[in-house]
């Protein structure tokens, strides 16, 4: 919800002792700070009934010629290949971002039905590392297919390591297609809005 505030790029909110500690916002300089902290404070009392004190919250700001040619909104799932070769399972993904590039990933492992959602979400991990040059890594914490209702879906634990700090990353997407390509969404769906943040940046 606070991503939808107007400017708003990211939103990091840091959690300690089960309270808002810190919120941390990346936004456009098109806006006023003080405006946007305030839009944060309104969406933070009106929608989830919690009380934020405006020193909380830091507003980093781009400049629009800072975001040209490095900021690329999303990552998006291109093909899957899946390739049995005996008792191993060889998995390629591709992703595409906004502005037409592509990027690779592999992984393989043992053949069984259970590690099939494990090798997809390892390979789009490994074209999302491509995307961004290796500057930091991404580890699968676990991968689960799970059912609500009548629809399935697909959840994704992830673990973002840089050279300064840790972040664990949740993903979900519901199976619309195949199980794979789910898979794929669900972990793009965890990375993407950090992947913004650090391209930016």
Do not use: W
Not at 136 to 162: K, N, P, S
């Amino acid at each position: 919800m606070l991503e939808q505030v107007t400017g708003v790029i990211s939103v990091k909110p840091v959690i300690d002792d089960g309270e808002i500690s810190e919120i941390h916002v990346l936004s456009r300089a098109d806006r006023n700070p003080k405006q946007v902290v305030r839009d944060i404070e309104s969406v933070c009392n009106t929608t989830f009934n919690v009380e934020i004190d405006h020193k909380k919250i830091s507003v980093a700001q781009i400049e629009e010629d800072e975001l040209d040619g490095y900021y690329i909104s999303r990552l998006h799932p291109k093909t899957i290949h899946l390739v049995k070769s005996g008792p191993i399972l060889e998995v390629k993904v591709e992703l595409f971002s906004d502005d037409g590039h592509e990027y690779t990933g592999t992984a393989s492992g043992p053949m069984v039905s259970a590690n099939q959602v494990k090798l997809v979400a390892h390979a789009t991990l490994s074209a999302v590392e491509d995307y961004l040059h290796s500057m930091c890594r991404f580890i699968l914490d676990d991968a689960v297919h799970f059912t609500v209702g009548d629809q399935e879906g697909v959840l994704m634990g992830i673990t973002l390591v840089t050279p300064k700090s840790e972040e664990s990353l949740v993903g979900s997407a519901l199976v619309q297609g195949d199980i794979p390509e789910a898979a794929v969404k669900a972990v793009l769906n965890a990375v993407n809005r950090r992947v913004v943040v650090m391209v930016a940046s």
